[in-house]
C-alpha cells in the first residue's frame, strides 16, 4: 500500500461521538487525500491537502474537517458522527508532478 | 450528477475469457483515466492508466482502449485468471494532483 498506514483499521463508534481517522504516509508526497467508499458510489472526495497547513474541500466534505501539520500525517475528523457516514475511508497521496494516486489500506468506520 | 458511468455492476467470465468493463464521461476537461483493482478488505491498487493522446495501452493481459470522440473507455483483461476477481473502478483526473472522479465499480468473478 506505498508506504500509507492508516489508524484505527476498525471503529464503532454512537452517534453524536467526534471520531479522528489518521493517515501517514512515509513517501514524502506532497498531496493527500481522504475518500469515502460507498457500494455503488466508487469513491468520493471528501477534503485533500497539497500541502501542510494547505487543505480544501471535496465533493462530500459536510460533516467532516481535516488538518495536516506534517508532510506525513493527514486526520480526518467527524466533529458528531452520524449514521451517514458509515463507510470505508481511504486516505491516497499523490506527488504534485504526477497524476497517479497511491490508496491505504482503509479504515472501516461503522456508526451505530 | 455523476460524471463517470460505469458497466456492468457486475460480471462472471469463465477462466481464459475475456472480460470487459465500459466507463462513459461528461467532463471534456478529464484528461488521465486510471483503472484501479480492488480486492476484498484492501485499497485500490493503481492497475493501468491512459491519457487521451492515445486511443489504446496495453499492460500484460491488461488494455485500456480511449475513445474520445465517444467520451468512453474500456477495460479489456485477456486470458482472465480466477485470481482476477476482484473489484475494477475507473476513475477520470483533469492535471496532475487534482480529485479522482470514480465510477460506481464493477465486481468481476472468474470460474474456473
Known amino acids: 500500500d506505498a508506504g500509507i498506514t492508516q489508524s484505527p483499521r476498525h471503529k464503532v463508534t454512537e452517534t453524536g461521538t467526534p471520531v479522528t481517522l489518521r493517515c501517514h504516509q512515509t513517501e514524502n508526497h506532497r498531496y493527500m487525500y481522504w475518500y469515502r467508499q460507498d457500494p455503488g458510489h466508487g469513491l468520493r472526495l471528501i477534503h485533500y491537502s497539497y500541502g501542510v497547513k494547505d487543505t480544501d474541500k471535496g465533493e462530500v466534505s459536510d460533516g467532516y474537517s481535516v488538518s495536516r501539520s506534517k508532510t506525513e500525517d493527514f486526520l480526518l475528523t467527524l466533529e458528531s458522527a452520524t449514521s451517514s457516514q458509515t463507510s470505508v475511508y481511504f486516505c491516497?497521496?499523490?506527488?504534485?508532478?504526477?497524476?497517479?494516486?497511491?490508496f491505504g489500506p482503509g479504515t472501516r468506520l461503522t456508526v451505530t | 450528477q455523476q460524471q463517470v458511468k460505469q458497466s456492468p455492476q457486475s460480471l462472471i467470465v469463465q477462466k481464459g475469457g475475456i472480460s470487459i468493463i465500459n466507463c462513459a464521461y461528461e467532463n471534456t476537461a478529464f484528461d488521465y483515466f486510471p483503472w484501479y483493482q480492488q480486492f476484498p478488505g484492501k485499497g485500490p491498487a493503481l492497475l493501468i492508466a491512459?491519457?487521451?493522446?492515445?486511443s489504446e495501452k496495453k499492460e500484460g493481459r491488461f488494455t485500456i482502449s480511449f475513445n474520445k470522440s465517444a467520451k468512453q473507455f474500456s477495460l479489456h483483461i485477456m486470458d482472465s485468471q480466477p485470481g482476477d476477481s476482484a473489484t475494477y473502478f475507473c476513475a477520470a483526473s483533469k492535471n496532475a494532483g487534482n480529485m479522482l472522479t470514480f465510477g460506481g465499480g464493477t465486481r468481476l468473478m472468474v470460474k474456473p
Open positions: 491512459i491519457r487521451p493522446d492515445v
Open positions: 491516497a497521496i499523490s506527488e504534485v508532478t504526477t497524476y497517479e494516486q497511491y
